[in-house]
């Protein structure tokens, strides 16, 4: 089960820390256009304090359980989900084609390290934190903030409109997914696996997929967000009865009365 985080205005609150996030990696881009560093070093300048950061919080609000750093819960839609994952990339890696082999490893590092921040802030904090208005809007919320905060790739001038929108589309459903997955699975582990090795695979190959190829993932991530987020997560219980505060964000800081807390429900 997930662990809802209590906040007085989750949707605000969600939205104002997407934000801050990506104004930091704004300023990273900003400082490393600059400085003319290559992409990888660049980014790694604003997500490995990012990731030291999210560490700290959680090791010393003992988050990491909550966060969903746990052994997956078997079943029948986490065998879904595991096709899924493996059809996916098995895809990519078809269209890509072959790889630049020597940059493996140090893209590998870099993705492992961008997926850990993203899955653990979009995931384990901005879902849980909507999850008091119920799992369904918790769900699409989180995924459209997700989905959204990809557009900031138009904004920087990094590339074109059509290409964003293709972006953030992508980005959409590969939030409903993965969110699914998350509260179904009750482990991030599964997702931050799939983000690490997908992107890793794209930044290492010597081509990039095609938007036919591209749609065609969208669309198989897209029915399986749907039926493991219907009838998977959303028949299951994906809250506890109890709630995180989001003042201190500590297991256990429950605010109001007992009849304010959210319980375990079906989708609605």
């Given at each position: 089960m997930l662990t809802p985080i209590r906040a007085r205005h989750p949707l605000l609150l969600?939205?104002?820390?997407?934000?801050?996030?990506?104004?930091?990696?704004?300023?990273?881009?900003?400082?490393?256009?600059?400085?003319h560093l290559p992409l990888p070093k660049g980014l790694t300048l604003a997500f490995v304090p990012i990731a030291l950061a999210l560490a700290i919080w959680a090791r010393r609000s003992h988050q990491w359980t909550e966060l969903g750093y746990r052994r997956p819960r078997p079943g029948r839609y986490?065998?879904?989900?595991?096709?899924?994952?493996?059809?996916?990339?098995?895809?990519t890696a078809w269209n890509i084609g072959s790889w630049h082999w020597d940059t493996v490893p140090g893209w590998l590092a870099f993705t492992l390290l961008v997926a850990f921040v993203?899955?653990?802030?979009?995931?384990?904090?901005?879902?849980?934190?909507?999850?008091?208005?119920?799992?369904?809007?918790a769900w699409i919320l989180s995924s459209v903030i997700f989905g959204l905060g990809h557009?900031?790739?138009?904004?920087?001038?990094?590339?074109?409109?059509?290409?964003?929108?293709?972006?953030?589309?992508?980005?959409?459903?590969?939030?409903?997914?993965?969110?699914?997955?998350?509260?179904?699975?009750?482990?991030?582990?599964?997702?931050?696996?799939?983000?690490?090795?997908?992107?890793?695979?794209?930044?290492a190959g010597v081509n990039q997929t095609t938007t036919p190829v591209d749609m065609t993932t969208l669309?198989?991530?897209?029915?399986?967000?749907?039926?493991?987020g219907i009838r998977g997560a959303g028949n299951s219980a994906v809250t506890s009865p109890h709630g995180v505060s989001g003042r201190d964000l500590s297991v256990g800081a429950v605010q109001g009365s007992p009849a304010d807390r959210p319980v375990a429900s079906p989708i609605r």
């Open positions: 969600s939205a104002g820390l997407t934000v801050g996030l990506l104004l930091i990696l704004a300023l990273a881009g900003t400082a490393a256009y600059m400085l986490t065998m879904i989900a595991g096709g899924t994952i493996v059809l996916v990339l098995a895809i993203e899955e653990t802030f979009f995931r384990g904090i901005v879902l849980r934190m909507l999850l008091p208005y119920g799992w369904t809007p557009a900031i790739n138009l904004i920087a001038g990094y590339q074109t409109a059509f290409t964003t929108l293709i972006q953030v589309c992508f980005a959409l459903a590969w939030g409903l997914f993965a969110a699914a997955v998350y509260a179904n699975t009750g482990s991030i582990w599964p997702v931050l696996v799939f983000h690490a090795l997908f992107d890793a695979i794209q930044l669309a198989v991530m897209a029915s399986a967000a749907m039926l493991i």
